[in-house]
């Protein structure tokens, strides 16, 4: 960990020597999603909300669906449709249909004043979710290649498939984040900002993980 002004920079190395990856791949919205766990979907349809958005590495060993909201893995989201392909949460190797993850999420926590905090990506147990990115294009998840031959080709790409995201902790609507039933009250951002990168190959020594880079602000 390093820290650089008021960023932390904190690389994540996910190495399950047992996970998958596409070339090109897609990005889905989770509006399509017909069994979506987020109740406010639908509901909440201005243009403040949320563009939630997931998608899947599949270019090495590894099939890993990541979001644009702090989590990993489909299980809370449902049954899902990727590339017209039924998305597993991470399977390997590719094609096996052989999976080793429910689900997983990001959780953020620090003492704030005199109050101990913490901002989830998903709480299984609550249902509850504080995570999310911008509205519209903006909180799209930005795909790059550093493959001349890819249509996401980009000259500061760092692996065969990058998937970049940002999202933060302040939406306080209560129509999308749940009141804490433990001390009934609002949720309490920590005014959080995190931009997720994460990585995927193709090569014999770097097809079994993906790597995840994470800036907090």
């Known amino acids: 960990?390093?820290?650089?002004?008021?960023?932390?920079?904190?690389?994540?190395?996910?190495?399950?020597?047992?996970?998958?990856?596409?070339?090109?791949?897609?990005?889905?919205?989770?509006?399509?999603t017909s069994q979506s766990r987020f109740r406010f979907l639908g509901k909440v349809t201005d243009d403040r909300s949320p563009?939630?958005?997931?998608?899947?590495?599949?270019?090495g060993k590894m099939n890993l669906t990541i979001t644009n909201f702090g989590t990993f893995g489909l299980g809370y989201l449902g049954p899902a449709v990727i590339d017209g392909e039924i998305a597993l949460s991470c399977e390997y190797p590719n094609n096996?249909?052989?999976?080793?993850?429910?689900?997983g999420a990001l959780w953020i926590g620090a003492v704030a004043g005199r109050d101990t905090l913490v901002s989830v990506g998903r709480d299984g147990w609550l249902n509850t979710s504080e995570l999310f990115p911008d509205a519209g294009q903006a909180g799209a998840i930005e795909m790059r290649s550093n493959l001349q031959t890819s249509?996401?080709?980009?000259?500061?790409?760092i692996?065969?498939?990058?998937y970049i995201c940002r999202f933060t902790d302040t939406i306080v609507?209560?129509?999308?984040?749940?009141?804490?039933?433990?001390?009934?009250?609002?949720?309490?951002?920590?005014?959080?900002?995190?931009?997720?990168?994460?990585?995927?190959?193709?090569?014999?020594y770097a097809e079994d993980f993906v790597l995840f880079d994470y800036y907090l602000t």
Not at 2 to 31: C, D, F, K, P, Y
Not at 51 to 59: G, Y
Not at 159 to 162: I, K, R, V
């Open 96 to 103: 096996s249909n052989i999976e080793y993850l429910f689900s």
């Open 173 to 204: 609507n209560s129509a999308m984040v749940e009141e804490d039933p433990h001390d009934n009250r609002a949720h309490m951002p920590l005014y959080v900002s995190v931009e997720q990168r994460s990585y995927a190959w193709s090569y014999d």
């Open 51 to 59: 563009n939630l958005q997931f998608v899947r590495h599949k270019v």
């Open 159 to 162: 692996s065969e498939q990058d």
């Open 151 to 157: 249509h996401n080709y980009h000259p500061d790409a």
């Open 1 to 32: 960990m390093r820290m650089r002004h008021s960023t932390t920079s904190l690389v994540l190395i996910l190495m399950l020597s047992l996970v998958a990856i596409n070339q090109a791949g897609a990005v889905a919205s989770l509006e399509a």
